[in-house]
């Protein structure tokens, strides 16, 4: 986990609220991405960016909005849009040169819709 | 499009014992394969990778991952398991050339290794 720090750890969102859930890497890696984890699906990519002030939608992207002012941060804001948002949001960083490169996680954000 | 299959949800075996993790994969090209592990509520840590080269991969903690092309497949892989190697374990896939979203994981493996 080290390089990367997501929070809150733990975050409860009522019905019809937006919530955002906040990523910081120091890694000084151009890429990040968002990852939604669900029981026995493993991980699939919600947003990712390459370079600041760029950002592209992945696989799940509906109900979610991203944003990527600095290098350093990709926050993730679940809209009341998002049907089913209970889930385990990862977000990772790696060097762009490369395709090879290992993508380095976060500890996660565990959302429960109440 | 690329793929990666883990047919086993659940994989159980006792300490001391090897251990196999599987993984098969679907790839346009060369492919880039990856295996991660993950603790309850932590994120992913990356054990190994598989760019060009030898076949036999050595990562962290002692795992090691066979490549074998014409079985499109990249098994994780310890001679002898400890109870804390207990933990999910995911395969991952990226095609040589895209763009730097395309890594793909597979759905899983719970390892437990019983004392």
């Known amino acids: 986990d080290g390089g990367i720090t997501q929070s809150p750890k733990y975050l409860f969102r009522k019905e019809g609220q937006n919530v955002t859930l906040s990523c910081e890497q120091n890694?000084?890696?151009?890429?990040m991405y968002w990852y939604r984890q669900d029981p026995g699906q493993g991980l699939r990519l919600i947003y990712y960016?390459?370079?600041?002030?760029?950002?592209q939608k992945g696989d799940i992207a509906e109900g979610y909005s991203v944003s990527r002012e600095k290098k350093e941060s990709f926050p993730l804001t679940v809209t009341s849009a998002q049907k089913n948002p209970t889930a385990f949001y990862l977000c990772?960083?790696?060097?762009?040169?490369?395709?090879?490169?290992?993508?380095?996680f976060g500890p996660g954000t565990r959302l429960t819709v109440l | 499009a690329q793929s990666v299959a883990q047919p086993e949800d659940q994989v159980n075996v006792a300490e001391g014992n090897p251990l196999t993790v599987k993984c098969t994969y679907s790839?346009?090209?060369?492919?880039?394969l990856f295996w991660y592990v993950q603790y309850p509520n932590r994120g992913l840590q990356f054990l190994l990778k598989?760019?060009?080269?030898?076949?036999l991969v050595k990562g962290s903690y002692g795992f090691e991952a066979e490549f074998n092309k014409s079985q499109t497949s990249f098994h994780l892989k310890k001679p002898s398991a400890l109870v804390s190697d207990s933990a999910l374990y995911f395969c991952?896939?990226?095609?040589?050339?895209?763009?730097?979203?395309?890594?793909?994981f597979g759905s899983g493996t719970q390892l437990t290794v019983l004392p």
């Open positions: 990772a960083s790696s060097i762009l040169s490369g395709t090879y490169n290992e993508q380095f």
């Open positions: 890694l000084n890696h151009d890429a």
């Open positions: 960016s390459q370079i600041v002030n760029d950002f």
């Open positions: 790839v346009s090209g060369n492919p880039y």
């Open positions: 598989y760019i060009t080269g030898d076949n």
């Open positions: 991952a896939v990226r095609a040589p050339s895209g763009s730097a979203r395309q890594l793909t």
